[in-house]
Each structure stands twice: as C-alpha cells, then as structure tokens.
C-alpha cells in the first residue's frame, strides 16, 4: 500500500488487493483508493514537508527500508502502478524514483522499465525527478539496505538524471 500523511496513522491509502470499503480504483484499475480520514480529501498537501526528495519506490519493503534511513517514500503498488495517483500526492516536490535488479531470461526488466515510466509520468507534476538503482547484486532498496548499509547520503547521491543517466548532486 502507499499511504499519506504519517504512517503511524495514515489519511489515506492506496492498496493493490483490498477492494473492501474503498473510495474508488486507481486510474490504471489495479488499485484501490482508501480514504481513512476526512482530512485526506482537503486540499492539504497528505505528505510531510521534508528537505529531502522523496522516494518513489516499487512495494512496501523498499518503502520500509528507505523510512528506515530517515528517508521520505511513497511506495507504488507493482512496477507501472498507481503513478497517475503518485503524480498529484508529490506534485511539486522533488523525487527519487527507484528501480529493481529484476531482469528476466526472455530480457524484460520490469522493474527498470517500471522507474522509466514513472520518472517520465512524474516529470510533469514534480519539481525535479532523478532514478536511482540498486547496486547490480541487489535486487531492491531493501536487499541493499539489509547487505551493504547505505546511508540515506549514499542513496540520494546514487540518483542520476534519467536522460543521460549522469549522476546529479542532491
């Protein structure tokens, strides 16, 4: 699920398998839009103010790891979902969209591609978009987390355009 506001006690979720009492499905159909709280549907922004880019990551595992860091993240329901949601709740803000080590036999790379397609949905709504991805022996955010310890500093400072690639200053 992706939440708004704290995550302790969220205003409002997004949730890839619970149907039951939501609002209505996401614009791509494979989500469901949860409001918890009447404050979610104001025009407050859900997400905290926060001096770093937010995250934009692919599950909840990877969104668990990064909060870990002291990071901000949003969390997509599978590699394509949930960006048309994604785009309004960071509209303004900068983000750091993060990709998976996940690529197939048959050379699909969902999770690759996945971060391609919501840097370039979230270009137009967000002040700033960059992606990063794990080291080549890490499959997620997670799994690099849980092996080699990045800092919060060392994740941001992986994010690179996602036009030439070239990694840019946080």
């Known amino acids: 699920c992706m939440v708004a506001g704290d995550p302790d006690d969220p205003s409002a979720a997004i949730c890839g398998r619970v149907s ?4 209505k499905r996401t614009a791509d159909g494979q989500s469901h839009v949860h409001v918890l709280k009447q404050s979610a549907i104001s025009k407050v922004p859900p997400l905290a103010e926060h001096e770093l880019p937010v995250l934009v990551l692919e599950g909840a595992s990877d969104v668990a790891a990064a909060l870990d860091l002291g990071l901000l993240a949003v969390g997509r329901p ?4 949930g960006l048309t949601e994604a785009a309004e709740l960071l509209r ?7 990709g998976e080590n996940d690529k197939k036999a048959n050379g699909d790379w969902p999770g690759r591609d996945g971060m391609d397609t919501a840097a370039k949905m ?8 960059k992606t990063c991805m794990p080291p080549q ?3 997620d955010l997670r799994k690099w987390v849980q092996d080699h310890g990045p800092s919060a500093t060392d994740i941001l400072d992986s994010a690179s355009d996602p036009a030439t690639g ?4 946080t």
């Open 166 to 169: 070239d990694i840019l200053p």
């Open 137 to 139: 022996t890490c499959k």
């Open 78 to 81: 599978n590699d394509k979902g």
């Open 92 to 98: 303004g803000r900068d983000v750091v969209v993060g």
């Open 122 to 129: 979230l270009a137009d709504s967000a002040t700033s978009v």
């Open 20 to 23: 039951e009492g939501s609002l």
